[in-house]
């Protein structure tokens, strides 16, 4: 095997740990909705969006790495376009300090509040801009600050995703 090999290999095995570090953690998800467990709920969450900020980091690298996203993406046949390509929402969970910060500076009101786990907010048109991050179980949606997120969605591109891996390496 070349050592080219090699490396595609050493990033598409990580691509399908990542994607199965997501599937267990959605299987967690869906498991507590028979025992509540908030700190569950929000663990399992970030464990979805960081393993999908993974694969994307892979697929889609700094200009550095640009060549091999792209090689990588051919291999999978991964388009350029893919829901993952967009890390947004993972960059809301990982630098939430700077969230924080800037929600403070220079605001009137000091009305904050976070971490709510509301099914009913898809009944509701407008769901409060001033609410940090809220997670609908019913719908697997997550949103930050009235920005939504597909869960369901992300963890349909990885599970795609690491299907195409089993043509490079052992699923």
Known sequence: ?????????????????????????????????????QIEVWSSIQSILVAAGNVSKILWPQKEYEARGERLRKLLKVTEDNLLSDR?????????????????????????????????????RNFPTNH????????????????SFDLVAVLKELKEIRIKCRHFVLP
């Open 1 to 37: 095997m070349s050592q080219n090999a090699l490396y595609e290999m050493v990033f598409i095995s990580e691509i399908v740990l990542q994607s199965k570090i997501a599937e267990l953690a959605a299987k967690r998800l869906s498991a507590i909705k028979d025992n509540f467990d």
């Open 132 to 147: 940090h991050r809220a997670y609908d179980p019913l719908t697997q949606t997550l949103t930050f600050r009235g920005e």
């Open 88 to 124: 947004k929402f993972r960059n809301h969970f990982e630098h939430y300090d700077d969230r924080i910060d800037k929600w403070f500076k220079g605001k009137s009101s000091a009305v904050y509040s976070d971490l709510a786990i509301d099914p009913l907010k898809s009944m509701r």
